[in-house]
């Protein structure tokens, strides 16, 4: 099978094999090899011939490609979405969004290109400064699962905008969106060599994140995986690493009123995708007494009745599976050792079927766990956290090393003025769901879920570099020399 796009041409990865299944069902969905490291190095040389010839375009002509783009989306938007939900398990309906959201990304990411990256000029002394911007050269990005299309997308569609050319590799769990992504790049009209896929595993990411041809790397995936890369882009200040990476999201609810509106805004926090979006509640800090009991004791009730099902069934659910059998039972055993470790399980998640990755919403209460483990459980796992009063909820918050998202249910103001002050993420809502970030903003994190190069509406600043220009036409010597120089 032709499981690369190099130069332009379809062609088989040499690498090892590997295959991307439906998380529900175990139906085989894609097969092939993944690229070698000397699939890499022609397809690093490929995106080097093609980036002059794209730079060179005029901005106009890149985004006539890209808006084709978003058309051939549309008009394949239900394919794409039925692609999407085969593969990670995500429902229709949810898919669906996904691909309205990677239509929307090119006027989004045109809007950003003019405002941060644009060209600005104005008169300076008896010159013109003018601030421009150009394309770092050959960029490779790196996406995750969860989000297959939207995410690399995100990188992808600013990238190729602001001039450069593209090496994608994308997650070795979902190789077929990948792979009908590029095609509909292809369909769009996009010149050979400016973006090529290169399927693969691990092993391909690490001859792609090693090769010395690129430029930089724009990864989206977990912690770990942006470390290593951090770690190995030390001492390398002429490339160009944006990591995008996960979190321990602390959700604070406060006794608010609408008991009921916390509930739901808690379960699309927690539970959408199954809980397999970077910005999804981790930790839920609820007040210790009688009013966090009665939230809780409704938060279960209503959780307990959460559709759960494979993404086509029909009434839609409202949790999709995750994304493999490996991850589901990934989740279990840490669900497991926690309640060994004193966690009490106040839903417990479970997996009714053993060959499908479906599992249900659960909610347990590590308030006794000591030495809790601050890791990610990137799945439709709670930890409830009780707290004594405002200050060690907020405190309790922070006590994380990531920093992506947090939010505060409140009907205080003042309470949450002092959340946004003392909380330290680059998401901070109040009476919002965590989820659900908008293009339109910058998305990003702090400590360890980010290294400080904002994506989304921010995503601009890091796929091109400001030139800036003092221009005049007439070379002429000023009217005033500088002390000590003499003309004559
Ligand atoms: N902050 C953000 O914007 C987002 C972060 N995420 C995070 O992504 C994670 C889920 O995605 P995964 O696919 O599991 O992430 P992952 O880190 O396992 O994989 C991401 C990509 O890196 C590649 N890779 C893995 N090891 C590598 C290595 N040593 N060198 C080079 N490449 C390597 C993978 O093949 C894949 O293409 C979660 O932690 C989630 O929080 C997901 C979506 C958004
Ligand atoms: O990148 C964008 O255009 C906006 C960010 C976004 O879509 N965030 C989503 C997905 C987060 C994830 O991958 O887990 C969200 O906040 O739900």
């Given at each position: 099978m032709n499981s690369l796009y190099i130069a332009g041409c379809w062609l088989a990865g040499q690498g090892e094999p590997f295959e991307s299944r439906n998380?529900?069902?175990?139906?085989?969905l894609w097969a092939g090899n993944g690229a070698t490291v000397e699939q890499v190095e022609s397809a690093v040389q490929a995106a080097r011939q093609a980036f002059p010839a794209w730079a060179k375009r005029s901005l106009e002509e890149r985004i006539g490609v890209l808006e084709t783009f978003a058309t051939t989306l549309k008009s394949r938007a239900d394919e794409i979405a039925r692609c999407i939900g085969e593969e990670t398990g995500k429902p229709l309906w949810e898919s669906a969004t996904e691909v309205t959201s990677m239509a929307n990304k090119i006027a989004i990411s045109v809007q950003s290109y003019r405002e941060r990256t644009g060209e600005k000029s104005g008169p300076l002394g008896d010159a013109t400064a003018v601030l421009r911007h150009k394309p770092h050269g050959v960029v490779a990005v790196f996406g995750p699962y969860n989000f297959p299309g939207h995410l690399p997308n995100g990188h992808i569609v600013p990238a190729l905008l602001a001039g450069n050319t593209v090496l994608f590799k994308p997650s070795e769990l979902t190789p077929k969106v990948a792979e009908l992504t590029v095609q509909c790049w292809i369909d769009a009209g996009l010149?050979?060599?400016v973006l090529n896929l290169l399927q693969g595993a691990r092993e391909t990411g690490i001859a792609l994140a090693a090769n010395p041809g690129i430029d930089g790397l724009f990864f989206t995936g977990s912690s770990r995986t942006g470390n290593h890369l951090h770690q190995q882009f030390?001492?390398?200040?002429d490339k160009i690493l944006a990591l995008e990476m996960g979190g321990n999201n602390p959700l604070v609810v406060d006794e608010v009123a609408d008991v009921d509106a916390a509930v739901y805004t808690i379960i699309q926090s927690a539970f959408i995708s199954a809980g397999q979006?970077?910005?999804?509640?981790?930790r839920l800090l609820v007040p210790e007494g009688a009013w966090g009991d009665a939230l809780l004791a409704r938060l279960v009730a209503v959780s307990s009745t959460i559709e759960v099902g494979a993404f086509d069934q029909q009434p839609p659910p409202f949790m999709g599976s995750v994304i493999s059998l490996g991850a589901a039972k990934a989740l279990m055993d840490a669900q497991e050792l926690l309640l060994a470790n004193g966690a009490v399980a106040l839903l417990e998640m479970t997996q009714p079927q053993a060959q499908a990755a479906l599992l249900t919403p659960g909610i347990i209460d590590v308030t006794a766990v000591t030495d809790r483990a601050d890791e990610e459980l990137f799945g439709p796992l709670l930890q409830v956290i009780r707290y004594a009063d405002f200050a060690a909820a907020i405190a309790e918050a922070n006590n994380t090393q990531y920093g992506l998202a947090a939010g505060l249910l409140s009907d205080s103001e003042a309470r949450y003025q002092q959340f946004w002050l003392e909380s330290r993420a680059g998401i901070v809502n109040w009476n919002?769901?965590?989820?659900?970030?908008?293009?339109?903003a910058p998305f990003g994190g702090v400590g360890?879920?980010?290294?400080?190069?904002?994506?989304?509406?921010?995503a601009a600043d890091y796929c091109a570099y400001p030139v800036a220009s003092l221009e005049t036409p007439n070379l002429v010597v000023p009217a005033t020399l500088t002390p000590g120089v003499r003309l004559s």
């Open positions: 998380p529900v069902t175990q139906q085989v010149p050979a060599g030390s001492g390398r200040p979006r970077c910005t999804c509640a981790r919002k769901q965590l989820t659900g970030a908008a293009s339109t360890a879920s980010g290294n400080h190069r904002a994506s989304a509406y921010y």
